[in-house]
């Protein structure tokens, strides 16, 4: 895999963040989600709220290069907003991230995490060992409630 770097996002990032989180709902999630969902999730990815997630939840950056390839969060226990930029999917990005935070977690004598997929993101979470709970019916749209236990070593 190509080097790339982490870095938390603060308060100057939300306008880049913004943007790649908007193009991959439109790119990515359209073909799961209806126009109507699709346009209430880019809503909640409106710089001025991705400030708020920033302030109160822990959000990583994912660069190669100069280039934003990714991005997700965790509050608590609840792993969030994972994007991959279309361009730079299906290249083990996704499972960095995740796998990443997981290892934060561990840190922090998290013991499971919680996470809302996207009906999109669904069989990927699988993949990486999250087990399906529940569908759930939100305004923006179905998602799948999912969890995995963080208790065993990751090797
Ligand atoms: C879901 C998403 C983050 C995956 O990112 P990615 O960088 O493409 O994933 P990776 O390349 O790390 O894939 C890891 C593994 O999952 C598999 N995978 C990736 N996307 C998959 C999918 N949609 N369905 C099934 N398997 C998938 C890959 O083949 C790979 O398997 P391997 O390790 O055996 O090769 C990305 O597709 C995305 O941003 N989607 C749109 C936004 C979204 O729905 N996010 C989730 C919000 S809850």
Do not use: W
Request: hydrophobic share 40%.
């Amino acid at each position: 895999m190509k080097p790339f770097e982490f870095f938390r996002a603060t308060d100057t990032d939300a306008v880049m963040l913004s943007r790649l989180i908007k193009r991959t709902i439109r790119t990515s999630n359209s073909k799961d989600y209806d126009q109507q969902s699709i346009d209430l999730l880019c809503a909640i990815f409106e710089p001025e709220r991705i400030v708020e997630r920033i302030r109160n939840e822990l959000i990583f950056l994912c660069f190669l290069g100069a280039d934003l390839v990714g991005t997700v969060g965790l509050k608590r226990d609840y792993l969030r907003s994972l994007f991959v930029d279309p361009n730079y999917q299906k290249q083990g990005f996704g499972k960095m991230l995740v796998e990443n935070m997981e290892g934060i977690a561990r840190k922090n004598a998290i013991s499971e995490i919680m996470l809302h997929s996207s009906l999109t993101a669904q069989n990927f979470y699988a993949a990486l060992g999250y087990e399906y709970l529940e569908f759930q019916l939100h305004d923006e749209g179905p998602f799948i409630l999912m969890r995995k236990g963080l208790s065993e070593s990751p090797c």
